[in-house]
């Protein structure tokens, strides 16, 4: 996934806001939370971070092309970092974002998800 792809994708779901900071990175957010993050590389591979579930980092956080998020993971935070297509192609990464974005928003306060217009669901 290049750089463009990745900021269309996350652009294309609701209520996203997006900046470029911490060097240069892209991070994507929902009411004002971080749920995507892309910008470091290994070789042609976008590195891109998300938010999962427990047993989604469980199974994946050890697999090729996939670690736990440098910072985030360290601190408990369940998020991963692809670095390479190994296990998880585009097509799949797209779906992990939108469970990210998901996760993020069911995280938001009652308040915000009303003013936002974001479901229960």
């Given at each position: ?44 591979d976008l590195g ?44 799949v990464l797209e ?27």
């Amino acid at each position: 996934m290049q750089i463009e792809d990745y900021n269309s994708f996350c652009a294309s779901l609701p209520h996203t806001t997006h900046v470029v900071q911490w060097g240069g990175a892209h991070v994507w957010k929902v009411g004002g939370r971080v749920f995507a993050i892309a910008g470091w590389s290994k070789g042609d591979d976008l590195g891109i971070t998300f938010k999962c579930s427990d047993i989604t980092y469980e199974i994946l956080k050890d697999e090729p092309g996939l670690r736990p998020a440098p910072y985030l993971a360290s601190r408990g935070m369940k998020w991963l970092q692809r670095y390479g297509r190994e296990i998880v192609d585009d097509a799949v990464l797209e779906g992990y974002l939108e469970e990210s974005y998901r996760l993020v928003a069911r995280g938001l306060t009652k308040r915000v998800r009303k003013e936002l217009g974001l479901d229960e669901t």
